[in-house]
């Protein structure tokens, strides 16, 4: 019966289906294949067992849960919504079929060749090759649909704090569009298009990133060969792989990539290299019988994509393009969608939350302009869309944007490619790290570390590393040694893959070899010590009867190789020399060299040999026996016939030989990685080794890098076999666990029942990946996926390493995947969110120094930027609610908000990482990136100071104008009132004294002399407010009388003339204003005005003269509205420092020079925006006195940085006893 056992054979890479779903496609397809097999084993044999395997497989299929699809070994990701789990259960089953049916691995060659109308020696025609190329069409795999590039412009256009800006602009479009020529309408369209530019600037530089991205992953991809060799008409063709078809013959040799799926015909050592597939480094031998039922499974198939290693043979095509079993498993698989990154939760967190603020607030004083201002709808509508705008930060997604592009270049520089910018924020989250051992921990490359022979154990330093004037344990001349180099080099096949003109000046350890990883690390430590050419012509093998060398293979069944040299001595013509399994090996020897002479093995010698062998065992290293016997000559003469087929068929007994000694090998750790662990570990960074090794290997390497620092549950057991298991798991610290473990932990819940409550599932694997060091061994790329979801449902941050396909799933499920750029297959590449190029484990530890780095910096970027926008909000509150003349005007909220603030606020992005970022714990997923605490200190402190400064600096200025405070409160909602006058100047220039008693709105039919209304009205100023003069019979003169007119006047608009509020009285003869002065300044008597108004009037009613007296004027709010703009400039200042650090004093902080260049092109911006003419009144700015009206915001600025200093203070020095508890202050403030 065919048993559920992880898959040897398969498809590496291949052109377009680079899905991460494949592997598991293929699995679940073999995993049918298995199962209809099971059912008609079970059938035949109405075995019980055999039928509740497959009772139990079926039900595993058919109890499909979540997003996942799993059988035993396989998980199938169908979350994509354009295929449910039914369309893939039902088109596996539908394929399963095929393949069950399927017969061209079991029947004869010569059947198959009549079949597919070609010859096994000839192959097909040209002209049959043409017409079977019109019938099954080219030799490629359907191109999956790519997403167009302007699909993705346009996502990263609609992100969703950029749907917020949308709606922002949207709102004052809309405004500028109900009433065009409504006051302020022209800043609202501005405000507009600005928002618009934001928004396609921040998408395409994130665009931009994702392209480059793109680019560089198909610099990646393997394609397929663009030529083979064929055999068409007898003869060796090279054609265009896409040309080939059903019934050819192609020539396979090593280093070339099976173009379609084939039936083997002729092998001679052909071997495949599936690791990208199976996490096996081995290559696996094909063979040209069938060695398997299942198709999937058999050795006489090889499959499309699949990397000849070694050897070479023939094979028939038997499927090609789509119909090749890559081409099937691309159909079952679809592109999952890709979960949200934790930063882009945040960034949604933090859009619903200022929307709901904004939106909230421009709702309330809408219904309180309505109701308590009694303003029309439009008005009401207008001030309502600019407190919701004034909440956006419209800065803030160009701040984010740039600090991720940047932060991205900086990684790039340490070679870590970010295929996704969010993805480095989840990298500095992550709290768990699963990483397989192969190629990530360990270097991939094994080396010979330590060597035994004459009974001894030698440290094995290899001569190119160490160099002349190290000291060696093993010496070269020692004629034990020297046996023992001749036997490793001569039975390697390994090769250095180098022409013999170059052999010059040469770095042996980094020169290509052709070869196994154990050859190759026998060779690279040998040549040093003499050429491995040189070793081999001294010993040269013997030949066979068919002229072929003397050579016999390894292979599992025998765990040895052999060869047989010519060495002739007096007693012996020839040598047999052995490789292999020690304990294998010993079995065959009577004898041990020591110091070149013959030692019979006894019990103690037999002791130290297994003492050794276990030693070097645990301490994960691959051991290699070695071992010779001279045939005597006197039954082995010369011209011997010797049968290497198979051990039955050797002419010699496997006894009597001469052990010479062990070399140990091992892929050792990468230089960086300990200290990359140590980091980690110091960071509360979990790192879990996930690997397809032995449990020894694992546990020794993981303790030679530190994931594991103390005892295992198995040291414990070993130590102390009277404890329990559960005492041992209880106590230790670390755990090795084997993959098959977790299986019987599964059948345990199985056996269960089927309705387990969810927090009973996986209980045993949560409770293996809660103890504080884990080691998995031997593990199956689904088993390595269940892994990471019991990590994530312990509520980590998971973060998952690889290299090969198999490794795809688990990284596609991780929250943020990672791929080696070397070793790493296109399938993992492409699940991958970021790709190590250099595969050094030690670039994740600075992707997460610098992913904490940018959440640390995000948020002082939010703080920065929330402190000036609520004092572009309260500007409006205090016109609705106190009904102030706007402090703030539109055109100075966007100049803070993408003038001054926006480079200060990226500068923040170039902010070096705090002095604990690498010892703190990682942050939990509901520490938000905006919490309820930065809000606070944004708004209601930080901007607290900042809206106090611009206000104090706003009603300073009206005072010093001639406003005092006490008027303005209120101002916007004054009615009309009349006011008595002294004196009225007449038409003729005569004065005229009116009656005390006459009054501004008494005058039913001209019995009153003049109307009048407060100077300081904003809504209406009337004139002419003069009657004619009296005559001397007391009558009016009616003929010389002049209508009345209205004025409208508002303060808001900048393009207004100017008016001087005491200008309302008319002479009749002139029609001018004349200023009402002699009773202005009887009720202002002691008010000097000392300003003068600077300003271009051509802009604001021509005629206006130059450097004019600007007290009691119009002109008051400009300067008054720039006074605020100036004061929260001040108070930002302080506020970027401020912020620098969270805990430490600012003082102590690293030089952040982008941060001086943006504060100093703050500075700069503000500058010429009031000071320079021309640009001051386009932006409705006026030049103030910086000494005596800039000056207000000073002190608030001093005051926010002293209290930003003394609460750090209070937070570092008031720590509590207990370092894992936190004082008051940082409870409650540290943002």
């Known amino acids: 019966m065919a048993q559920y056992r992880p898959l040897n054979d398969g498809q590496q890479n291949f052109t377009q289906a680079t899905n991460p779903q494949i592997v598991a496609g293929f699995q679940i397809l073999r995993q049918s294949v298995d199962l209809g097999i099971q059912q008609s084993e079970s059938a035949r044999k109405s075995s019980m067992k055999a039928q509740a395997l497959v009772s139990r497989q079926s039900q595993m299929i058919n109890q499909m849960k979540e997003q996942k699809i799993m059988v035993k070994d396989v998980v199938v990701p169908v979350d994509a919504p354009t295929q449910t789990k039914q369309d893939v259960l039902k088109k596996a089953q539908n394929k399963g079929e095929e393949y069950r049916n399927m017969d061209e691995h079991k029947i004869d060659v010569l059947v198959l060749a009549n079949r ?99 680019a560089l992953m198909e610099g990646f991809k393997n394609f397929l060969p663009q030529n083979c060799i064929v055999i068409r008409g007898g003869q060796r063709k090279q054609v265009p792989a896409e040309k080939i078809v059903p019934g050819d013959i192609v020539e396979v040799k090593m280093g070339d990539k099976i173009p379609a799926d084939i039936r083997v015909i002729q092998s001679r050592e052909m071997k495949v290299d599936n690791s990208a597939l199976t996490g096996e480094c081995d290559p696996l031998l094909r063979v040209t019988e069938c060695t398997a039922e299942n198709p999937l499974e058999t050795k006489n198939l090889a499959f499309f994509g699949t ?452 927090e009973m599932k996986d209980r045993k694997l949560r409770s293996w990946c809660s103890k504080p060091q884990v080691v998995f061994a031997r593990t199956s790329p689904a088993q390595k996926l269940m892994i990471v979801r019991a990590c994530q449902y312990l509520g980590h941050v998971v973060g998952v390493t690889g290299d090969g396909v198999n490794d795809s799933p688990a990284i596609k499920q991780g929250d943020i995947g990672i791929s080696m ?128 400064a611009g206000f104090f600096s706003y009603f300073s200025t009206m005072n010093e104008y001639g406003f005092p405070p006490s008027l303005l409160l209120n101002f916007m909602n004054k009615p009309y009132q009349s006011i008595p006058w002294n004196k009225v100047i007449l038409a003729n220039g005569q004065p005229y004294a009116p009656a005390p008693t006459s009054w501004v709105w008494d005058m039913p039919n001209l019995n009153n002399p003049f109307l009048t209304t407060q100077p300081y009205s904003p809504n209406w100023q009337m004139a002419p407010l003069l009657t004619p003069p009296q005559n001397t019979d007391g009558t009016y003169d009616l003929e010389n009388t002049y209508g009345f007119q209205t004025i409208p006047l508002n303060w808001i608009n900048p393009e207004l003339i100017y008016y001087d509020l005491r200008y309302i009285f008319v002479t009749y003869e002139s029609q001018r204003w004349t200023p009402a002065f002699d009773q202005w300044n009887n009720q202002y008597s002691d008010y000097l005005c000392r300003y003068f108004d600077r300003s271009d009037s051509l802009l604001e009613g021509s005629g206006y003269p130059i450097n004019t007296n600007a007290c009691f004027k119009t002109a008051a709010l400009k300067y008054a509205q720039t006074s605020y703009f100036v004061a929260v400039v001040l108070v930002q200042w302080s506020n970027v420092f401020s912020c620098k650090q969270r805990k430490m004093s600012m003082i102590y902080s690293p030089i952040n020079r982008v941060m001086f260049y943006g504060v100093l092109t703050e500075t700069i911006i503000f500058l010429c925006i009031v000071y320079i003419p021309g640009v001051n009144t386009w932006f409705g700015a006026r030049p103030v006195d910086i000494l005596n009206l800039g000056m207000p915001g000073l002190p608030y600025s001093m005051c926010l940085f002293c209290w930003e200093e003394t609460r750090k203070y209070f937070i570092r020095n008031f720590q509590k006893p207990n370092k894992y508890e936190v004082n008051f202050f940082e409870a409650n403030s540290l943002w």
């Not at 709102?171 to 022209?186: I, S, T």
């Not at 070694?310 to 079993?325: A, C, N, R």
């Not at 404890?723 to 269960?752: C, K, N, T, W």
């Not at 926006?902 to 997923?925: C, G, H, Q, V, W």
């Open 116 to 214: 597919l109308g070609t010859s096994k020696d000839e192959g097909l025609s040209d002209e049959q090759a043409v017409q079977k190329n019109l019938q099954f069409g080219d030799n490629k795999l359907t191109e999956k649909k790519k997403t167009p590039w302007w699909m993705k412009l346009l996502k990263e256009m609609f992100q969703p704090f950029s749907i917020l800006l949308w709606i922002a602009s949207i709102a004052c479009f809309v405004l500028y569009g109900v009433n065009p020529d409504a006051l302020g309408a022209k800043s609202n369209l501005w405000l507009a298009i600005i928002l618009i530019l934001i928004i396609l600037l921040t998408g395409s530089i994130t665009y931009n990133q994702s392209a480059k991205a793109d």
């Open 307 to 758: 990397l000849c290693k070694e050897g070479s043979g023939l094979g028939m095509v038997i499927q090609i393009g789509d119909k090749t079993v890559m081409g099937q498993i691309a159909d079952l698989a679809t592109g999952g969608e890709t979960p949200d990154t934790p930063l882009n939760i945040e960034l949604k967190r933090f859009v619903i939350l200022i929307s709901c603020i904004a939106v909230g607030l421009g709702i309330l004083f809408l219904i309180l302009s309505l109701v308590v201002e009694k303003a029309s709808v439009d008005t009401a509508v207008g001030q309502a869309i600019g407190i919701i705008v004034a909440n956006v930060p419209e800065g803030l997604l160009g701040c984010i944007t740039v600090s991720l592009a940047i932060t991205a270049k900086r990684l790039a520089d340490k070679q870590v490619l970010v295929k996704n910018l969010e993805a480095v924020e989840t990298l500095g989250s992550t709290s768990c790290i699963c990483s397989d051992k192969t190629g990530t921990l360990t270097q991939n490359k094994m080396t010979v570390e330590n060597v035994w022979y004459d009974g001894l154990k030698r440290r094995a330093l290899n001569k190119l590393v160490a160099g002349k004037n190290a000291e060696y344990e093993y010496e070269t001349s020692d004629p034990t040694f020297r046996d023992l180099h001749d036997c490793a080099i001569i039975t390697s096949e390994a090769k250095f893959n180098i022409q013999v003109k170059e052999k010059t000046n040469i770095n042996w350890l980094d020169t290509p070899t052709i070869g196994d990883a154990s050859e190759t690390a026998l060779i690279k430590f040998f040549q040093p010590i003499e050429d491995i050419e040189l070793t081999r012509q001294r010993r040269l093998f013997a030949e066979l009867p068919d002229k072929s060398l003397a050579k016999m293979p390894f292979n599992s069944t025998n765990k040895f190789s052999l060869c047989i040299v010519n060495w002739e001595t007096h007693d012996s013509y020839y040598c047999v020399y052995i490789k292999g399994a020690p304990e294998k090996l010993w079995t065959f020897c009577s004898y041990l060299l020591v110091e070149g002479r013959n030692q019979p093995i006894d019990e103690q010698i037999t002791q130290k040999f297994k003492q050794v062998n276990l030693t070097f065992g645990k301490g994960g290293e691959r051991v290699l026996g070695f071992a010779k016997l001279h045939l005597p000559r006197a039954e082995y003469h010369k011209g011997f016939q010797f049968n290497l087929n198979s051990v039955d068929t050797l002419k010699f007994r496997l006894e009597g030989f001469t052990f010479l000694g062990l070399l140990s090998l091992m892929d050792p750790p990468k230089v960086t990685v300990p200290n990359a662990i140590k980091k980690c570990q110091s960071a509360g960074i979990k790192v879990i080794m996930v690997t397809g090794d032995q449990p020894p290997t694992a546990g020794a390497i993981a303790k030679q890098i530190g994931i594991i620092t103390g005892k295992t549950v198995d040291d414990l057991l070993d130590e102390n076999p009277s404890m329990s298991y559960e005492d041992a798991f209880r106590i230790a610290p670390a755990i090795v666990i084997h993959g098959d473990l977790i299986v019987q932990a599964l059948e345990e819940e199985a056996a269960q029942g089927e309705n387990l409550p969810e």
């Open 821 to 948: 750029g070397i070793s790493g297959s296109d399938v993992t590449k492409d699940a991958a969110d970021m790709i190590l190029l250099n595969d050094d484990f030690a670039s994740i530890v600075d992707g997460v120094e610098e992913g904490r780095k940018i959440f640390d910096n995000l948020k002082k970027t939010i703080v920065y930027l929330l402190t000036s926008n609520i004092t572009e909000v309260f500007p409006y509150i205090g016109e609705i609610a106190i009904g102030l003349p706007l402090p703030l005007s539109n055109s100075f909220i966007l100049t803070i908000c993408i003038g001054t603030d926006i480079l200060p606020a990226i500068s923040f992005a170039y902010e070096e990482a705090e002095i604990d970022i690498m010892t703190r714990k990682p942050r939990k997923k509901d520490d938000h990136l905006v919490s309820l605490r930065l809000i606070t200190h944004a708004y209601l402190l930080q901007g607290v100071i900042a809206t106090s």
